[in-house]
């Protein structure tokens, strides 16, 4: 059934409202910058009302995070494991420079402690264990490097909820604001405090011509604001030239000498990034210091979409977590679809298999980040026909997860888009982990984000123009 959404509005109303939103995206840092023009702001699209979303799946989802950061920690805890799985990926070059770097640090590391910023991604499906719990989250995937929004989710869920509760909107309903900003910056904060020393700083590690800036930049206020702690930021290239590893394998900021407790990267996840060999040589200084890394590289790898498909098969959890009660798997294993290698194993002929004979059943996906990479459908055939077989055991082979029909209007570059939508939400994770010790210092559910693209794009890139940033209406 088509939910009645979005409310009907009558269109003077609509241009009031569209410029109530523009006024406070503009007054509360929801922009991205003009690449072309730095310092100036362009609207991020938003959506013109919350978006309903099932309250069991928006609550159970919220109750997952803390489940899943433990989960991927008993992951973390089997490096050997991790390693045999990801050799399954040698045709990826990528991976396999990351290992080899993971390798590298590992002989020489100083630094016990290592941190991350998760965000697990679910969409509803409606096909799936719908009945009396209503309908069932679906992951997409476990992020573990470079997650963003969750400085613009809180003041998105915060607009909405604003427009809601002063009836500038005829929407009814319960509008939970996102705590991403502050628990994320409290997480780095717990990161920094636990490296030892309060005058060091935070490296924020960005891409070069970032438009996500306003997104970095909260966090970094928020955590002067609250906490005291300075940040810089520095692309892979600035640090090349303007880090050093100091006295007791410390790593320094030269420009101004400043010992620096946590590296937060909000970049390195994509083969562009690393285009000549002095990026690659500043991650391996960055991963080698005594720095805490946030994410460091094992943290990165475990968030593959083959550790993901690894973990869907029966018997790996309970192996990795025996501690695990059966409730908690269950609650676990409920948020899975069906994941296949595409290797030369049983699971991996089936794969194989299914690929061909059904793909508009599927997504494949290679091992990357950042949106954009996967293939749909019919295209999964031809890609994989041209890719040699040699390469297929870099690639998972993921089923599709089917949402409801639900419909909103999207609010992009000052025009409205009325018509189907699909919504993906993640729940933020931070994390705090001892390697000697092998324990869980911190372990914190950390706010949410709802995306929202229109149902036709396969992926909801906000920037590609595809997707918008929302709000959960739960009804
Ligand atoms: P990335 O790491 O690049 O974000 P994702 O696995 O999140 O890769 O895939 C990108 C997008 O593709 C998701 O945000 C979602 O819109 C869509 N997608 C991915 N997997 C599925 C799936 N199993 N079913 C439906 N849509 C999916
Ligand atoms: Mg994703
Ligand atoms: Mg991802």
């Not at 045709?91 to 965000?119: A, H, P």
């Not at 984000?449 to 906000?462: A, D, H, M, Y």
Request: hydrophobic share 35%; net charge neutral; with cysteine.
């Amino acid at each position: 059934m088509l939910l009645k959404f979005p409310p009907s509005v009558p269109d003077n109303q609509k241009r009031d409202l569209t410029s109530q939103i523009l006024d406070w995206c503009l007054t509360n840092g929801v922009v991205f910058e003009n690449s072309d023009k730095p310092g100036n702001g362009l609207n991020v699209p938003v959506t013109l009302f919350p978006t309903p979303f099932s309250r069991h799946g928006y609550k159970n989802a919220i109750e997952l995070q803390v489940l899943y950061n433990s989960l991927y920690h008993a992951v973390f805890k089997h490096p050997e494991f991790v390693i045999e799985q990801l050799s399954q990926l040698k045709e990826d070059e990528f991976t396999m420079k990351l290992l080899s770097i993971y390798e590298n640090c590992s002989k020489r590391r100083t630094q016990n402690l290592t941190g991350g910023v998760f965000r697990s991604d679910y969409i509803v499906d409606k096909s799936r264990n719908s009945g009396e719990e209503g309908r069932q989250i679906k992951q997409v995937e476990f992020n573990t490097v470079s997650v963003s929004f969750g400085a613009l989710s809180s003041k998105v869920t915060e607009l909405h909820k604003f427009l809601a509760e002063t009836a500038k909107t005829s929407v009814h309903g319960e509008v939970p604001v996102s705590k991403s900003l502050r628990d994320i910056a409290k997480g780095l904060a717990t990161m920094h405090s636990a490296y030892g020393c309060q005058q060091a700083i935070l490296l924020f590690v960005t891409q070069p011509n970032e438009t996500n800036v306003m997104d970095q930049r909260l966090l970094e206020y928020e955590l002067y604001r609250e906490y005291g702690i300075i940040s810089v930021r520095a692309t892979l290239e600035q640090i090349h030239r303007k880090t050093t590893i100091g006295e007791q394998n410390r790593l320094i900021f030269i420009p101004t000498g400043a010992e620096i407790s946590v590296v937060y990267y909000r970049a390195g996840y994509a083969p562009h990034e690393y285009a000549t060999a002095a990026d690659w040589t500043a991650r391996e200084r960055l991963e080698g210091s005594h720095a805490i890394q946030c994410p460091s590289i094992m943290t990165q790898l475990i968030g593959t979409k083959k550790i993901q498909q690894v973990l869907t098969k029966p018997g790996v959890i309970e192996q990795l977590q025996p501690n695990l009660t059966n409730t908690e798997i269950e609650l676990i294993r409920k948020t899975f679809v069906g994941l296949w290698p595409l290797d030369e194993t049983d699971l991996g002929k089936e794969g194989q298999k299914l690929a061909m004979q059904s793909p508009e059943k599927f997504v494949l996906k290679p091992q990357r980040e950042g949106g954009g990479n996967n293939i749909y459908k019919k295209d999964i055939v031809k890609h994989l026909e041209n890719i040699g077989h040699e390469n297929w055991s870099s690639y998972v082979l993921m089923e599709l997860i089917d949402p409801p029909k639900i419909s909103n209007t999207i609010l992009r570059n000052g025009d409205l888009v009325t018509g189907r939508v699909v919504s993906e939400l993640g729940v933020f994770g931070t994390v705090l982990w001892d390697t000697e010790a092998n324990k869980e210092l911190m372990n914190n559910q950390a706010g949410f984000l709802l995306r929202t693209k229109t149902q036709k794009s396969n992926e909801g890139g906000i920037a590609a123009g595809f997707g918008c940033l929302d709000a959960v209406l739960l009804l």
